[in-house]
Structure formats: structure tokens, C-alpha cells
């Protein structure tokens, strides 16, 4: 019976990341298992800040420099769309297309964000890299061996044996889409995977057994399902719905040259993309402000992101999705010209999606008021990234955490590898509570910033979330696994 060290669920970035970190500290021996039937081009654009590329950096230098240089060619291009000539050192940028612009609703700049690599490496240490989902996956998939990257592989099952001294995961392969509720667009009826699913043969059965397992399946973990489900701890086993929406409508074609003018004129002002909000009265509770991302690439497309009961979304698609944007902003006093071009939005192009959260701490949570949340381990079992505390990405941090997550949880792995103290328990839990106690405090610090939106409330709560979460030392974590 073959026994792998590690055996990691999921093969999203953050799966990845901690597979390429336990290699680099001495464990071949480890599996990374992802449902998808095949690695294909799914997800957005991803943003990579300070603190994700500090811990990419530490945990492998290789992985690092070719995701930078996969983000850095993506940035090109968006900046540079619609030009046929090859990009040189002299072509550069104009101001407005390196800046994202938050503006009022009177078209006012409240805050200029620069998206160049080098002025947040200034600030910060380290740059800024957007990427998209796909190419972050392809890149870092890249660093491992073929055969340690398995698709096709859905977990429905992880059980303890401790006759074995590991733990058995059972998968399912050859089977249809499941679609994922938690995490993906879709248009209110149904889910919006759209690749050919439909299988040949019936499904088979398979277990795989490893010494420990890490649950990077994202923020619908089965794992977590499987952990907490018959448990005190069952009202955690899913997702929370955050209170917060999206609804994105990427492309609208025909735009009336009056409407295009009023658009460029009060809000765009030259630049690619903005955010336009009504918080700018500081006062204001976060649960009033309401945002909408403007984007120009071809053609001009928008985000609104929504505080909406999850009840007044479901089953709204086309026409009825519009209505709903149409009334939100009313609501919210955004101005006819805002509302005159969601108007302007085609049924088939309008998507929505609900935010969910797994919290870091629950004291402030109605359904649940003062219950402390449930571990992120169980035995041999161990949650990261979005399984252990996903939320909406607002501030941009679910990868960027995670990323910090692989590389803390990969140090501790390797710990007791090198002390082989793979059936020590006692050993096991205390590393993945040394993990835990490292990253909960933080996490529960940016979700807060993630759900009230606090920075942008003031320069002063701006500057204290950078220098908390951008500026983080990984060099004072690794110590402090010591």
C-alpha cells in the first residue's frame, strides 16, 4: 500500500505553492489532487501585493521570478491593448493607465493607487503583480513534476485510520461538473462552467493514503465539509454568506456617443479602470456604500459591488439582474449617467455573484454570537488558504494570504519530517496550532478590513493596514516557528 507523506487537496494556486515549498525543504513524496476533470483557463485577474510576493519569493525563488515575469507580461499588454508593435523600454505607460482612480459620485478623485511594480516596490519592498488565475496555476504547476499534479481527482471523502498511521482520502474520477455555488459568476439559474463535462465511462472509485493531508480545495473544501459536519462544530462546514454581492456585466457594445462623452468626461478622465463610491463621508456605516468599478478595454464594462440580503439575488438573471443593479444605485444616489449605461447592459453579458466568508473569529456574528470558531486541524488534517478563511476580495488578500499560509504550513511539515515525527500527535498538533495561532490574528484583522472597507475611511487606518499587512516580515515568521 503506497503511503504518501503529504498529500494536498486542491491544485489552485495556493495547493501549488505549498507543494512546491515541501520540495524545496526535502519532501518528494507528496500528491497534489484538484477535481477539474482538466487544467483549463478558468478564474479573473488576480492581484499579487507585497505580502504574497515576499512569502512566493521565500518559499521558492524559480516560482517567484517566473510568476513575476508571467504577471509583469500580462500588465504590458492590458496597458498597451489595442497596439500591434512589440512593447519596448520606451514605450511606456501614461499616467492615467498606470493608476487605479477612486472617485465620488460627483467625479471627484478621492485616492490615486499606482499599479506600477516599482513604486509599490518603494513603499513596500516589493511590488505589485496582477496575473490571472490561469496563468498563476500554469506557472507554478510548471515547478512541479507532472505526475505530482493529478487531475480528475474529486475528494467525497476523508477518513482517520489510525491502524494505518494515515489518512484515507477517497476520490471520484470520470464523473460530470459539480458546479461550486461558493466561488464562481454565474447568471442567478445556473452555474456558468460551461466546458463539456459529460463522461465515457461510469465513475471509479480510488483511495489515496498520506501521513498528513493539507486542504487547499478552496473555499466549498469538501475537507472542511467532511471535518466539521457531525461535529459541535457543523454550522461551520460551509460557507457564510458575507452580506456582500457582485454583479459585472464585462462588455456593453453600444454605448450612445452623448452617454460615451458624459462617461469620459465626469468619471474615466483618461484613465483604464476606477472605482466610484458614495463613502466618502467617513461617517457613513460601510453597510450604505456601495461601489462601482468602471473598466475600459475594448469596449467599457462595470463591477458593482453590492450590500444585498443573499434572498434579493437568487434566481435573478438578465433583465431582472439589470433592475436590481438599476434599484441598488438608486438607492445609493449614484448619478443618471452611471444608471443610464447599467441600463445600456445586454441580458446575456450581466452575471452575478455572492461573497461568502469562512471567519477567522465569529464574536460579531448574528447567527452565532460569541461561539469560538472550530480549529483549522484535525489530526493529520490541516486547512489553508480560502478552506481555512475565505472571503470576499475586496482588499485583494485571498491569494496573497494563502501564500503566506503555504509557506508557514510547508516550514512546520518539514519540521517534522527532519525530526521523523510523522506518528508523533502530539508533535503534529502542536505544529498546526503553532500555524494557526501565527496567521488567525491576522486573518481576522483583514477580514474586518475586507467586510467595513475600513482603510479607505482614512489615511491614518490606510497607512496602519499597509504597514500591518503589506509590510509583513517573513523573516520574523520563520522565526517564530522556531
Not at 463613502?279 to 457613513?284: A, C, F, K
Amino acid at each position: 500500500m503506497l503511503i504518501y507523506d503529504v498529500i494536498i487537496v486542491g491544485a489552485g494556486p495556493i495547493g501549488l505553492a505549498t507543494a512546491i515549498s515541501l520540495r524545496k525543504l526535502g519532501i518528494e513524496n507528496l500528491l497534489v489532487i484538484d477535481q477539474a476533470r482538466v487544467f483549463r483557463q478558468v478564474g479573473q485577474v488576480v492581484d499579487l501585493l507585497p505580502n504574497g510576493l515576499k512569502a512566493l519569493k521565500y518559499l521558492d525563488f524559480q516560482a517567484y521570478e517566473d510568476v513575476k515575469k508571467t504577471g509583469l507580461e500580462f500588465l504590458n499588454q492590458a496597458q498597451f491593448s489595442g497596439e500591434k508593435t512589440e512593447i519596448t523600454q520606451e514605450q511606456k505607460p501614461s499616467k492615467a493607465s498606470s493608476e487605479w482612480v477612486s472617485r465620488n459620485l460627483q467625479g471627484q478623485t478621492t485616492r490615486a493607487v499606482s499599479l506600477k511594480y516599482d513604486d509599490w516596490f518603494k513603499d513596500y519592498g516589493e511590488g505589485r503583480v496582477p496575473i490571472t488565475w490561469y496563468d498563476l496555476q500554469t506557472t507554478l504547476r510548471n515547478q512541479l513534476p507532472q505526475n505530482q499534479v493529478k487531475a480528475n481527482h474529486r475528494c467525497i471523502n476523508i477518513v482517520d485510520e489510525p491502524e494505518t498511521g494515515c489518512v484515507r482520502i477517497d476520490c471520484l474520477s470520470n464523473i460530470e461538473a459539480e458546479a461550486n455555488p461558493y466561488a464562481y459568476w454565474a447568471d442567478g439559474q445556473k452555474d456558468n462552467d460551461t466546458q463539456p463535462q459529460n463522461s465515457d465511462t461510469a465513475p471509479q472509485e480510488k483511495s489515496l493514503r498520506a501521513k498528513l493531508v493539507v486542504a487547499a480545495d478552496g473555499i466549498n473544501s469538501t475537507v472542511r465539509r467532511v471535518l466539521y459536519a457531525n461535529s459541535q462544530y457543523h454550522t461551520f462546514a460551509k460557507p457564510e454568506y458575507s452580506g456582500f454581492a457582485a454583479i459585472i456585466c464585462e462588455e456593453i457594445t453600444e454605448i450612445p456617443n452623448k452617454l460615451q462623452t458624459e462617461l469620459e468626461e465626469k468619471f474615466f478622465q483618461g484613465s483604464r479602470i476606477l472605482t466610484i463610491s458614495n463613502d466618502e463621508i467617513s461617517n457613513s456605516t460601510y453597510k450604505s456604500n456601495q461601489r462601482m468599478m468602471l473598466f475600459r478595454r475594448q469596449n467599457v464594462g462595470y463591477m458593482l459591488h453590492l450590500a444585498l440580503p443573499l434572498n434579493s439575488l437568487q434566481g435573478k438573471a438578465g433583465n431582472a439582474l439589470v433592475d436590481l443593479a438599476l434599484q441598488e444605485l438608486e438607492k445609493a444616489s449614484f448619478p443618471d449617467v452611471l444608471q443610464q449605461l447599467v441600463q445600456k447592459s445586454p441580458p446575456a453579458n450581466i452575471l452575478q455573484r455572492p461573497y461568502y466568508i469562512h471567519r477567522a473569529t465569529v464574536s460579531d456574528s448574528v447567527q452565532i454570537p460569541g461561539v469560538i470558531p472550530p480549529a483549522w486541524s484535525q489530526g493529520r488534517i490541516v486547512l489553508v488558504g480560502d478552506a481555512a478563511h475565505g472571503m470576499p476580495p475586496f482588499m485583494a488578500q485571498g491569494a496573497n494570504q494563502g501564500f503566506e499560509d503555504a509557506l508557514l504550513i510547508a516550514r512546520l511539515i518539514a519540521n517534522i519530517a527532519q525530526k521523523n515525527n510523522w506518528d508523533d500527535m502530539q508533535a503534529i498538533a502542536k505544529a498546526f496550532e503553532k500555524y494557526e495561532s501565527l496567521r488567525r490574528p491576522l486573518m481576522a484583522y483583514v477580514q474586518q478590513a475586507t467586510l467595513t472597507r475600513f482603510p479607505s475611511s482614512s489615511d491614518k487606518n490606510q497607512l496602519d493596514y499597509n504597514q500591518q499587512v503589506y509590510c509583513s516580515n517573513v523573516e520574523q515568521a520563520m522565526e517564530a516557528l522556531l
